[in-house]
């Protein structure tokens, strides 16, 4: 049960790159930003970490090139997972 979670958690986080070179910079500079902000001591640590995990989630799509978001939205998944069109 925990191979098929798994891997279909991973056909969902890797695909196709759909992000442009400026789409990729720009994902990456946002993403190392947030997770730099989150360095700062806040009176609550719960936004340190949360601000670290969405930057590092941000600058990992900047990386890889691929955004779900992007293709359920564009309906430009070519397999078919995130958009369907009849």
Do not use: D, F
Not at 6 to 21: C, E, K, Y
């Amino acid at each position: 049960m925990t191979n098929i979670i798994s891997a279909r958690a991973g056909s969902l986080m890797n695909g196709p790159a759909n992000l442009s070179t400026t789409e990729r910079g720009a994902y990456m500079l946002a993403g190392l930003g947030l997770a730099a902000a989150a360095a700062k001591p806040r009176p609550n640590p719960l936004l340190n970490i949360l601000a670290l995990a969405g930057g590092s989630y941000l600058a990992w799509r900047g990386y890889v090139g691929q955004c779900p978001v992007k293709a359920a939205l564009t309906g430009s998944s070519e397999s078919g997972r995130l958009a369907h069109h009849s």
